[in-house]
């Protein structure tokens, strides 16, 4: 019995626990026909266990989640032909070559005649047709999962960290992949802990934390809603610099490359600031002034950080 | 059951067989070096021979004959030791654990027995050995057999005993035809098993069965498609055995449709048991401990060496519950005896066992990592 037809995923007051542990808390949204959709949370906030759940691999604990009108817990087996997985730490058959993984899982979703070249032209495996899994590097391992993933041709993929472990020109090449499936039009459920990914490939962002969701909404939304300041930032300053802007009662935090970032409420207070450092004979090297990301909205909303390593420093050009 | 789905798997893991050198070795190599190995020891022995210093202290024609009849059939190649030395301290410097003295006199004793003068008079011949040497006990055999046979040549009386042997069997069967149906046994439950569990505790380790779990396969799919993969290594393995036996050793044995049905019903039974220990052995290295676990006890207890008479009594008790047991026993029904009873009794019971092990193995395989 369909449950409903403008949202391809809902999910409704959905808990898991291991023991005494609240993996997922009582999270609830929907996912719109059409829109790619991005759980955005740090290591450990429940992103997995919930994708996992409405993907049929764990069971809840409580909740409901239907899947194309379908309650997963009910209706498993219809589900599954219309759905793409690329599982967290994505890994297949060591000694199997790229077109026989495409292949060995078209059969298994009962598909005698799979587009195995087209899958490889559009994740740019074209020339590792003949290579062995175990030969792959760990971003053609992660490009060989997501065609994989769309192997059965589905209505709703479902990609969990798909670039997390590789290095920035992977990842751009696993990005071009994922916006080639958002203009055809599949439904995209990503989580992530890159913030830059969920920002330039997601219509709808989900931010998790310890189990709970705490915001959803647009990028930009999300940005509007919960960050009502700019970011001014100056590059290079001098001793001096900081301890003037102590004075004006901000709370300036300074980078190894001598640069400073300070939240302003109003563009006005960046003219002041900059009245205030010239006039106390601070020179200024250089300067930008922007809206916060979604970064900063994840810090103000969750007060952790959004990962463990060390991206803040420039990794994605 | 999906046809195409058990294909599609059965492929993948020959591929991965094919591709895979060691897997090439233990499926093919390693049961055919121990059909040679334990082959050459134990086929032949009249091909035995041990080393035998002697010391004559007689110095005698009679002496020369008796150290002659210790050589005659080959067992033994004696060396001769000064008879100035001390034998004990020769035996212990030189590391033997067998050394045997002459006595003198030997001559004049045996000439009074013969000549009737003293017919009970007799001499000792003294053994210096090693008691915890392994091999001492198998040689005293021999040189006890060797001694008996030279008292009557010596003293010129005739057998009056002897063996006469008639075998309940068409054809007289040697340790090798016994021990082959036992190697085909054993590799098959060694390949069925660990193979089973090993894989099933890499793939998930490698989150491969987790990805499976987002497909339609089943577990029946992946149960039979599994058992069907280990089929095949079943009768590689088997053949390779096989071969080796009729080419190096000359094996009779009778090959029947019963050989097939047994392979089957051996892979259905381990495989099965496999995936029964797969949710304990989570890990490649703990599922390795639990493979040998099992397999250690089946392959000594369960008479794929030795006949399982030649154990103590309540350990052939134990071994009438080990699964191998029955595959030992009914293969060699089937391959030596022709012993139609037994071979049903023994399929019976393993088929049971399989239909047991097949249906609790379904039923605990699981694709994710917990609830």
Redesign the interface.
């Known amino acids: 019995m369909p449950h409903s037809t403008e949202y391809a995923i809902e999910v409704e007051a959905l808990t898991k626990h291991y023991g005494d542990l609240q993996a997922v808390n009582g999270v609830s949204f929907n996912v719109r026909q059409g829109e790619v959709f991005a759980f955005l949370g740090p290591n450990g906030a429940g992103k997995t266990t919930t994708v996992e759940i409405i993907e049929g691999i764990r069971t809840p604990t409580s909740g409901k989640v239907h899947v194309l009108g379908m309650d997963i817990a009910k209706n498993k087996h219809a589900i599954i032909p219309r759905i793409g997985v690329l599982p967290q730490g994505f890994s297949s058959f060591d000694r199997i070559t790229v077109r026989e993984s495409i292949h060995y899982y078209a059969q298994l979703f009962g598909c005698p005649h799979p587009d195995v070249d087209g899958l490889m032209h559009l994740t740019e495996l074209q020339d590792k047709s003949r290579v062995q899994f175990r030969e792959l590097s760990g971003g053609l391992k992660q490009r060989l999962g997501i065609a994989i993933a769309l192997v059965n041709d589905p209505e709703i993929v479902f990609l969990d960290e798909p670039t997390t472990g590789l290095d920035p020109h992977a990842r751009r090449a696993v990005w071009d992949v994922l916006l080639g499936l958002k203009n055809q039009g599949k439904v995209v459920f990503l989580t992530t802990h890159y913030m830059e990914e969920a920002e330039l490939l997601a219509d709808t962002v989900a931010i998790i934390a310890r189990g709970n969701i705490v915001a959803i909404g647009s990028p930009a939304e999300l940005i509007e809603r919960h960050a009502h300041y700019m970011c001014l930032t100056l590059k290079s300053v001098n001793a001096t610099t900081a301890a003037t802007l102590r004075q004006m009662n901000y709370e300036p935090v300074e980078d190894h490359r001598h640069n400073i970032k300070v939240l302003v409420p109003h563009t006005d207070d960046v003219y002041a600031i900059l009245q205030s450092l010239k006039s106390a004979g601070n020179a200024l090297p250089g300067m930008d002034v922007r809206k916060p990301n979604l970064e900063e909205v994840f810090l103000a909303l969750t007060h952790e950080s959004l990962r463990g390593d060390a991206l803040a420093d420039g990794d994605i050009s | 059951m999906?046809p195409?789905?058990i294909?599609?798997n059965l492929?993948?893991r020959l591929?991965?067989f094919s591709?895979?050198r060691s897997a090439l070795f233990f499926t093919i190599a390693f049961p055919v070096i121990l059909v040679l190995v334990f082959g050459a020891i134990f086929t032949k022995p009249e091909h035995l021979n041990f080393d035998l210093p002697v010391q004559d202290l007689d110095q005698s024609t009679a002496s020369a004959q008796l150290l002659e009849s210790l050589a005659v059939d080959g067992v033994f190649k004696t060396t001769v030791i000064p008879p100035a030395v001390d034998a004990t301290v020769y035996a212990r410097t030189h590391k033997m654990n067998l050394v045997l003295v002459i006595p003198r006199g030997l001559a004049a004793a045996q000439a009074r027995r013969i000549s009737k003068v003293d017919i009970n008079t007799s001499v000792n011949l003294t053994y210096i050995y090693d008691p915890s040497s392994t091999s001492v006990t198998t040689k005293l055999s021999y040189l006890s057999a060797i001694v008996a046979t030279t008292n009557q040549l010596m003293t010129g009386t005739p057998a009056f005993i002897t063996l006469v042997e008639q075998s309940i069997l068409s054809a007289k069967y040697r340790f090798i035809e016994f021990f082959v149906p036992g190697i085909i046994a054993m590799a098959v439950m060694t390949s069925s098993l660990s193979g089973a569990l090993n894989m099933n505790a890499e793939l998930r380790q490698?989150?491969?069965l987790?990805?499976?779990?987002?497909?339609?396969?089943t577990r029946t799919d992946w149960l039979l498609s599994n058992i069907l993969y280990q089929l095949v290594l079943a009768i590689i393995s088997t053949i390779s055995i096989l071969l080796v036996s009729y080419l190096v050793f000359d094996v009779r044995l009778h090959l029947n449709a019963w050989l097939p049905v047994y392979l089957v019903l051996e892979v259905f039974v381990f495989v099965g048991l496999g995936m029964l220990l797969t949710p304990i052995a989570k890990e490649a290295e703990s599922a390795t401990a639990a493979a040998n676990a099992f397999l250690f006890p089946m392959m000594f207890l369960s008479g794929t060496f030795f006949p399982v008479e030649m154990m103590p009594g309540f350990l052939q008790t134990f071994a009438k519950v080990l699964p191998l047991y029955y595959m030992n026993e009914g293969l060699r029904a089937s391959m030596i005896f022709m012993d139609n009873l037994t071979i049903v009794r023994c399929a019976t019971i393993t088929g049971g066992v399989a239909a047991v092990v097949f249906i609790a193995g379904t039923l605990v395989t699981r694709?994710?990592k917990?609830?």
């Open positions: 999906t195409r789905i294909a599609a492929l993948v591929r991965t591709r895979e490698k989150g491969i987790k990805k499976l779990a987002t497909t339609p396969i694709w994710d917990g609830t």
